[in-house]
């Protein structure tokens, strides 16, 4: 049973290495691609909001970006 669960981490782990990284760059809004401050991730309150809720609904599937959670 170990080498089992063994394998199905593995193949897990590399799935996620695989899966592309999605990063805003800085000045553009990491919800929506609205045009926001050079420092800041999100234009407001409400996206970050928005986008920190899909996030949650991902990782409740197992399909959150950036690996295993």
Known sequence: MATAREAQFTAAALAAARRPVHTAPAG??????????????????????????????LRRQGRAPGGMR
């Open 28 to 57: 553009v809004c990491g919800n929506c691609q609205a045009r926001c401050l050079p420092t800041a991730k999100y234009c407001d309150e409400d996206c970050r909001a928005d986008h920190e809720r899909r996030l949650s609904t």
